[in-house]
């Protein structure tokens, strides 16, 4: 018996117990006729409660035969109503009645389960399939599949055209349609849903009859297992307000990091909307038990298909050898907001697997972005249905619009494309992954490019975007060298693991940008050292991802301490270059976050200087400024109203001199006095809506101002403000039109261009202009050993790193798990069993 029919029952006895205090006034009040009727209506009763038992149970159940004894002392009663004195039967029903109570809960202990998956995307039933493998294998359990359908947004709000996939899921899989599933009568103990939007979403919306409030309502468990696994251990902040969140009585996450997170915004949010427990208790709402996407990607493999005919032809040579097979993910958000660049990266993506007769390119957009075309950029769907029908007319590569997501995963080697969720499924699967980066336009040139500058008397040192190590340059004769690896760092393409240097004494420490520790090199003994740090401390009332890719940009040195200033990590981190100590100052973080227009996933921006012992850091997300000393390491907070924001600093000796992020004006703020001035008159064919100062320094008489993305490098002459141009940027560049860093050292500004592979020099006083080339590939091919024993599994598309860098690791199989699965467990439930795991644990919930 099912648990919702054995609390009918009791239900129905607990009606049986209210008539019985009816037939006990009416008797005693002499009224007969309305007494001998309420009899005779429980006897009807008591024969429908048997039915409805032996409908179920069959019959000879202990307590169809109490109700039968019921049903005379019924019988008995109505003779009583002559013998007025005679009250006994009131005491014999009574006790009778408790026994029919006890039998139901003894005799009818649920055993049995109705559970009923409502998927909607055919192609997302991984979310849930093995969720229901574990339910169709429980002979306790009756398990329905019932997609439910969804409809496109028209303009006006109101529904469009409807989708319905029940036809698309795997034959092993028995569907239910969904007309013919009344959840109202059926009841099911539990019911699974992998969509949790309802009518939240702007695009598309499910049948107002399967909305997770309306589910709620008529099943005894709502459990939401999101479609999607997102990388890493924070969730997006309005995850936790959608409505199949709040109306869910469990949340199934894939680690207890994510749980973490979900309990953290759902106390935060329900704080501010005064959900006053509502929405149930976030400590027993939230469960980690692992995605069953993953027990899906583990589970296949490419052996157990047969591909199209067409897929074969383009995989296998004619001599039987296969080609490889990279994985192409265009996620829809990422298109729709990458406007025109996106399709010039996709057709320079193209053209570059065209050439290749090597690989073969497997391009699966996400299976909504037809959809959100047609509903949120309907003037761009042409474009990209004539996209579509280009590639696949083509006939060069694999273009794959099915259901199944996990046959494309299980025969690819690689995968490259958009952040999304099957990131994590092709990691956990150990295959390399490269983040495409839509900027990138021209996927087989790489560019090197250098970071992290220091320069001393003798050597320009500097690091690469995307190749662990260490290199410098001789400046007498220009040649580059490799100096070392650094400690725990991947080749990793994009990301900048370490991002800033400062030296004390024989000793440069690196600034951990995506890195996790602080790094050390001594140039005396040539030996690096890995300084770990504290996790990051929470800090109550504030909102922001702590993100790992971005932990600290800028370092300052102060007699023998050392100075990480926080991008992310909300701290000021000071280390004792003669001790060791480090120490984390955190006090300033509440009241400078206040200050933000928004809460930022930055805590500070990359921009810092130093004035002796004070620092002055600039926050792009508010026109507030931070000034931290080195010496008291007090601090103090300041508001300059001229913008909204700050995005770079710089001293001058006499005043702090301030740009803000794409905004054509320079300030010069006095501290002392409090005196503001502004520069905002820029010289013709200055292009303001796009120039973003990376750096801006003082040097000689002139403040200069380095564009991220322009067309001009500027000097403002400090003594009557006027601006100059230093050299016009050439714009065939495009998006690479502009410099990563520039720094001051011995009257010379050292400038990294976009577009890499060399190192601009500026001197101060003579203006002559140089560009060093890095001279480096020798050395890179010299070293490849030694950078290939590192390579990673996950690579972000940039500098040495593309789309031909991921050819030749899939070519060579040369990459390491730096994120395999063992590894991956510290972010995620990895075990292959999730579905069993998270049945067993709803199943004791109900039964």
Not at 296 to 307: D, G, N
Not at 671 to 677: D, H
Not at 680 to 700: D, Q, R, V, W
Request: glycine share 6%; net charge negative.
């Amino acid at each position: 018996m099912r648990n919702f029919q054995q609390k009918k029952i009791l239900e129905m006895i607990q009606t049986l117990a209210e008539a019985n205090a009816e037939i006990k006034r009416l008797f005693l009040q002499g009224e007969v006729s309305s007494f001998l009727q309420v009899l005779a209506d429980c006897q009807e009763f008591v024969a429908a409660i048997c039915g409805f038992i032996e409908e179920i149970e069959g019959e000879g159940t202990q307590t169809v035969a109490l109700l039968g004894e019921y049903y005379e002392l019924l019988y008995q009663a109505s003779l009583a109503a002559e013998q007025k004195k005679n009250r006994s039967f009131l005491k014999h029903l009574k006790e009778k009645l408790s026994k029919i109570t006890n039998s139901v809960k003894t005799e009818f202990k649920p055993n049995k389960l109705e559970v009923a998956f409502f998927p909607y995307n055919a192609s997302m039933w991984d979310s849930l399939e093995s969720v229901w493998l574990a339910a169709n294998a429980d002979p306790c359990c009756d398990a329905y599949v019932v997609p439910v359908p969804y409809y496109e947004l028209l303009p006006n709000g109101t529904f469009g055209k409807m989708h319905y996939e029940g036809s698309e899921y795997p034959d092993n899989v028995p569907i239910t349609d969904w007309r013919e599933y009344n959840i109202e009568t059926r009841c099911p103990d539990v019911v699974f849903i992998h969509y949790a939007y309802d009518n939240a979403a702007h695009n598309a919306r499910i049948h107002p009859d399967f909305y997770s409030k309306r589910l709620r309502e008529h099943c005894g468990q709502l459990v939401y297992i999101p479609y999607f696994v997102p990388i890493g251990d924070v969730v997006e902040d309005y995850c936790v307000t959608l409505p199949g969140v709040l109306y869910a009585d469990k949340v199934i996450v894939q680690s207890e990091a994510q749980r973490q997170s979900y309990i953290k915004l759902f106390k935060q949010y329900g704080k501010q909307g005064g959900w006053n427990g509502c929405f149930g208790n976030p400590m027993e709402k939230f469960v980690a038990l692992g995605s069953p996407k993953y027990d899906k990607v583990l589970s296949t493999k490419k052996e157990e298909y047969s591909l199209p005919e067409e897929w074969e032809r383009r995989i296998y040579r004619k001599d039987g050898t296969r080609k490889k097979v990279i994985f192409y993910n265009t996620h829809m958000f990422t298109w729709l907001n990458g406007g025109e660049q996106y399709f010039k990266k996709l057709q320079a993506v193209f053209e570059f697997f065209l050439s290749r007769d090597d690989v073969v390119l497997l391009w699966r957009p996400h299976p909504n972005t037809e959809l959100n075309f047609r509903t949120l950029q309907p003037q761009s769907l042409n474009k990209y249905m004539r996209v579509i029908k280009e590639y696949k007319e083509a006939g060069w590569g694999i273009y794959d619009d099915t259901s199944d997501l996990h046959r494309s995963i299980a025969i690819s080697d690689a995968y490259y494309g958009d952040g999304s969720s099957v990131v994590s499924l092709f990691t956990a699967a150990d295959k390399p992954v490269m983040l495409q980066n839509i900027n990138e336009n021209y996927s087989t040139e790489p560019y090197i490019l250098p970071t992290c500058l220091y320069i001393d008397n003798e050597y320009i040192w500097y690091t690469l975007y995307g190749k662990n190590g260490l290199f410098r340059m001789d400046k007498q004769t220009g040649k580059s060298t490799f100096v070392s690896q650094f400690p725990d760092v991947p080749n990793n393409g994009e990301y900048l693991f370490l991002q800033s240097v400062a030296k004390v004494a024989d000793t440069m420490f690196f600034t951990p940008c995506a890195a996790n520790h602080i790094i050390t090199y001594n140039m005396v003994n040539q030996s690096m050292t890995s300084i770990p740090l504290k996790p990051a401390v929470e800090i109550a009332e504030i909102n922001y991802n702590y993100l790992q890719e971005y932990k600290f940009h800028d370092v300052f040195a102060y007699g023998s301490k050392v100075f990480f200033i926080g991008l992310s990590y909300p701290a000021i981190v000071c280390l004792d270059a003669l001790t060791g100590e480090i120490d984390y100052y955190t006090e300033w973080v509440p009241e400078f976050v206040k200050q933000m227009k928004s809460h930022s996933e930055y805590i500070l921006t990359r921009a810092a200087c130093q004035n002796g012992s004070v620092i002055v850091a600039t926050s792009d997300n508010t026109n507030a400024v931070l000034l931290f000393d080195m010496a008291t390491c007090k601090t103090e907070v300041f508001k300059i109203d001229k913008a909204t924001n700050w995005a770079n600093v710089c001293f001058d000796g006499v005043d702090y001199w301030l740009v803000p992020k794409n905004n054509a004006l320079s300030v010069r703020w006095n501290l002392k006095k409090n005196i503001i001035t502004e520069y905002n008159t820029f010289p013709a064919n200055f292009l303001p809506g796009e120039y973003h100062s990376i750096k801006i320094l003082s040097a000689g008489n002139y403040i200069w101002l380095f564009p991220y993305k322009g067309n001009m490098i500027l000097k403002i002459n400090r003594d009557n403000g006027n601006m100059k141009i230093v050299r016009e940027i050439d714009n065939h560049l495009g998006s690479f039109s502009g410099y990563m860093f520039a720094c001051l050292s011995g009257g010379k500004i050292y400038a990294i261009p976009r577009c890499g592979n060399v190192i601009e020099e500026y001197d101060v006083i003579t203006e002559e202009w140089n560009i060093r080339p890095l001279n480096i590939e020798e050395v890179l091919t010299g070293t490849k050993g030694s950078f290939d024993s590192l390579s990673s599994m996950l690579y972000q598309e940039g500098g040495l790193c593309n789309a031909e860098y991921l050819t030749s690791i899939v070519d060579d199989n040369n990459y390491i798990g730096y994120a395999k699965r063992e590894e991956m467990n510290t972010l995620s439930i990895i075990t292959g069993s999730a579905g069993r795991s998270i049945y067993d644990f709803i199943k004791a919930l109900v039964i």
